[in-house]
């Protein structure tokens, strides 16, 4: 049970917008900075994000991210096939002394 | 550019250690630009990340806390390179497990290529 919460999947058409929430408290979010990775079938992860709303060089903008209070959202516009996987959220949480990464949300392209 | 490259066995028996080195080219394993983490991912646990080591006037540390009591992770500086070792594997250790370089605070830019770990008999 991951100390951040993802809904388990969202789904859109190509071209289209997806939101993935990520929802923690004041000991992780609320005080900490956030990342998100992608998970592609078949390959390693990728930082998309971090900081709550950096994109590392290479990174395309139509993947974006914002952070309130103990909250992050992640949204990536222009929805491609190529995008279908998993992300995740991640930050470090004070009271456990540890990294943790929520528990993943999995992108379909309909 | 920093480059980590993963070894280690692809098969463990249970009861036994996981142990698997992370071999790092483009920065330094005692540098203090970075941590080192170790991350596994599984099905059903998604990103799991492990913990970490790294050097601030003195070696540092920490673990998660579902594995606190059967990891250890350890650096070389002489050959710039860190391990994982994981005591008392069971099935539910079987993973991918990757390294990683960075901080928590901004996330992990680079990552090793995965080591796909089976606990079985």
């Known amino acids: 049970q991951s100390l951040l919460t993802q809904p388990p999947s969202v789904s859109a058409a190509p071209g289209q917008r997806v939101t993935i929430s990520c929802s923690g408290r004041?000991?992780?979010?609320?005080?900490?900075?956030v990342s998100w990775y992608q998970h592609l079938p078949g390959t390693d992860p990728k930082i998309l994000i971090y900081l709550n709303s950096n994109r590392p060089s290479g990174i395309p903008d139509r993947f974006s991210a914002s952070k309130s209070g103990a909250s992050a959202t992640l949204v990536i516009s222009g929805l491609q096939t190529g995008d279908e996987g998993d992300y995740y959220c991640g930050t470090w949480d004070e009271s456990l002394t540890a990294f943790v990464f929520g528990s993943g949300t999995t992108v379909h392209v309909l | 550019q920093v480059q980590l490259r993963q070894s280690g066995p692809g098969l463990v028996k249970p009861s036994q250690t996981l142990s698997l080195t992370c071999a790092i080219s483009g920065d330094s394993v005692s540098g203090d630009r970075a941590g080192w983490n170790w991350i596994r991912q599984s099905p059903s646990r998604g990103l799991e990340w492990l913990g970490r080591t790294y050097y601030g006037s003195k070696w540092y540390r920490e673990y998660a806390a579902s594995v606190k009591s059967r990891i250890r992770i350890n650096a070389d500086t002489s050959k710039n390179q860190f391990s994982l070792h994981l005591d008392s594997v069971i099935p539910e250790d079987t993973a991918v497990y990757y390294c990683?370089?960075?901080?928590?605070?901004?996330?992990?830019?680079?990552w090793g290529q995965g080591t796909r770990v089976t606990v079985s008999s």
């Open positions: 990683a370089r960075g901080w928590a605070r901004d996330g992990f830019h680079d």
């Open positions: 004041n000991s992780n979010i609320g005080n900490r900075d």
